[in-house]
């Protein structure tokens, strides 16, 4: 079945501890992306991926890092991570960039930083 | 991107056609008319999209309009599962694939 996965699925954690939520996808698609998810704010963008080695600031990159060395793996890592990261985050992936692709999304990660 | 807007909530009878709008009157030439919906907290999931020309797969329709200013997204028969968050978003074909979700439209069905 063609899907994204993201583990864990909850995470509670507190302030300074390093962490990382894993996402993998196996349609072999180029491009993939983190959003994070608050209320009254929709979905933001925090990284995004083109391709292997490639990566690019979205719209909230501030405390979160990323890394793309195999083009099925995208995982978000917050080196220190603050209370005003809880958040509910979803990776995201599609065929390529540009119009005309769809993303398709997996099902979230809840993050709790105490 | 061109930005989007949508009412905040809508509701619609069971069985009955729901019809979404979405407001993108700067929208270029290039940029694609995108609709995702949102249940509970799942994942977004991708409806449809298209450029210039209506649209239409086994979840819904998608009419633009002449102009592409606007556009509507239509279910033909709404269920109590279609109560979701619907989010129109524009997006052109070389952007940095930033998807803009905006708010949405909260859509409740009502049996």
């Known amino acids: 079945e063609a899907q994204v996965t993201q583990n864990p699925r909850y995470l509670i954690t507190v302030t300074g501890k390093k962490l990382t939520v894993t996402c993998s996808q196996n349609?072999?698609?180029?491009?993939m992306s983190w959003y994070r998810q608050d209320p009254g704010l929709g979905l933001r963008q925090i990284y995004y991926?083109?391709?292997?080695?490639?990566?690019d600031k979205g719209d909230v990159p501030e405390g979160y890092k990323v890394s793309r060395k195999e083009k099925r793996n995208f995982p978000l890592i917050l080196e220190s991570p603050s209370p005003n990261q809880t958040s509910l985050y979803f990776c995201?992936?599609?065929?390529?960039?540009?119009?005309?692709?769809?993303?398709?999304f997996g099902p979230g990660t809840r993050l709790t930083v105490t | 991107d061109a930005k989007t807007t949508q009412p905040p909530s809508m509701d619609c009878a069971e069985g009955r056609a729901a019809n979404l709008p979405c407001n993108h009157s700067t929208i270029s030439g290039n940029e694609y008319v995108y609709w995702y919906r949102q249940i509970h907290s799942q994942g977004p999931q991708y409806i449809i999209h298209?450029?210039?020309n209506n649209e239409t797969n086994e979840m819904a329709s998608l009419i633009i309009t002449e102009d592409r200013k606007s556009s509507t997204l239509i279910l033909p028969h709404a269920t109590l599962r279609d109560t979701a968050v619907y989010y129109c978003i524009v997006r052109g074909l070389n952007t940095g694939n930033q998807f803009y979700f905006g708010t949405g439209t909260s859509l409740t069905v009502i049996p």
């Open positions: 991926s083109m391709n292997v080695e490639v990566t």
């Open positions: 349609m072999n698609h180029e491009y």
């Open positions: 298209g450029l210039k």
């Open positions: 995201a992936s599609s065929l390529a960039q540009g119009g005309g692709y769809e993303q398709y």
